[in-house]
C-alpha cells in the first residue's frame, strides 16, 4: 500500500523484481512489469529513460542488472534498504537510505509534493497499451499452429479472473510466467519466486506449500515435464 501510494503521488511508473511481483497488481495504471532478465518492451523503457531511479529493497543481483547491462544509463540513484551491508554493494547511489520499506516509502509519500501529471509517463502508458494489445492478439486462442506456453500463461487471467497465487518453476516452460503481460499478477502478495538458485521441481512442492498457506486461493504452477517428473510425488503425499 506504501508502495503504491508513493507511486500515484509521483505519477511514477514501477517496475518489479519476480519476487517483488505482487507489490503492486500489474492491473494497475502505474505498474509496468518486470526487470532485468524478464523485462519486456514496457518495462524496459521507463527504466532505459529515467532521470531518477528508487531501488527499495532488492539486491540488484545478476539476473536483476543483466551484469550492469540492463541499469540505466544516466539516472541519479536512491537506494532503499533495511541492511546496510546492500548499500551500494553493486551499485554507487547518490541517496543512501538505510531503513524499513514500509516507513520509508510512508515517509516519502507523506512529505512529497504530489504531480498532477507526468507527461512521460502517459507517454509510457500509451505505449504499453499498444504492446499489451500486439500481446493480445499474438496469444489469441484463435490463432492457427501449435499451442504455445505463453498462449496458455496468457489464458490463465481469463480463466481466474478474480486473481491467483502464481508459483514459478524453473525450466523453459516456465520462463513464460516470468513475462508481464503473458501473465499478470494481480492478487496482493500473489507470487512466489525460487529466487536465483533454482531447484527443478521447487514449483511443484512450493504449490503446495502456498495452498496450504493460502487455503481459499487459486494457486497456479506453471511446469514443464521435466520439472514435474522430480517432485510429482509430493502431489499423492499432499493427498494422502
Known amino acids: 500500500d506504501a508502495l503504491v501510494a508513493l507511486a500515484e503521488t509521483l505519477d511514477a511508473p514501477v517496475v518489479t523484481t519476480p519476487s517483488g511481483r505482487g507489490s503492486i497488481s500489474e492491473t494497475h495504471p502505474l505498474a509496468f512489469g ?31 542488472t543483466g551484469l550492469g547491462r540492463y ?16 548499500i551500494e554493494r553493486t551499485i ?13 516509502l510512508e515517509q516519502l509519500a507523506g512529505t512529497t ?6 507527461p ?3 507517454d509510457l502508458a500509451g505505449f ?3 504492446y499489451e494489445q500486439a500481446v493480445e492478439s499474438e496469444c489469441s486462442p484463435d490463432n492457427a499452429g501449435p499451442l504455445r506456453t505463453k498462449q496458455v500463461v496468457h489464458a490463465l487471467n481469463r480463466v481466474f479472473a478474480d486473481g491467483f497465487v502464481l508459483v514459478h518453476e524453473n525450466g523453459g516452460q516456465d520462463l513464460w510466467s ?44 506453471v511446469c514443464g515435464d521435466g ?3 522430480m517432485y510429482m510425488k509430493e502431489i499423492p503425499t499432499a493427498v494422502q
Open 34 to 64: 518486470t526487470v532485468g532478465l524478464y523485462r519486456t518492451r514496457s518495462s524496459a523503457r521507463p527504466v532505459d529513460e529515467s532521470d531518477c531511479v528508487l531501488y527499495v529493497g532488492t539486491r540488484l543481483e545478476e539476473f536483476q
Open 71 to 86: 541499469l540505466p544509463a544516466t539516472a541519479r540513484v536512491i537506494q532503499v534498504d533495511v541492511d546496510p551491508f546492500e
Open 92 to 104: 554507487a547511489a547518490d541517496v543512501a537510505v538505510v531503513g524499513d520499506a514500509k516507513l520509508v
Open 113 to 118: 509534493p504530489p504531480v498532477r501529471e507526468r
Open 120 to 122: 512521460w509517463t502517459a
Open 128 to 130: 504499453r497499451a499498444a
Open 178 to 221: 516470468y513475462y508481464c503481460p503473458f501473465v499478470k499478477v494481480t492478487t496482493h502478495r500473489g507470487c512466489v519466486a525460487p529466487a536465483e538458485q533454482t531447484v527443478m521441481g521447487l514449483g511443484v512442492a512450493g504449490a503446495i506449500g502456498a495452498k496450504l498457506a493460502r487455503p481459499g486461493a487459486d494457486v497456479v504452477c
Open 227 to 229: 520439472a514435474f517428473q
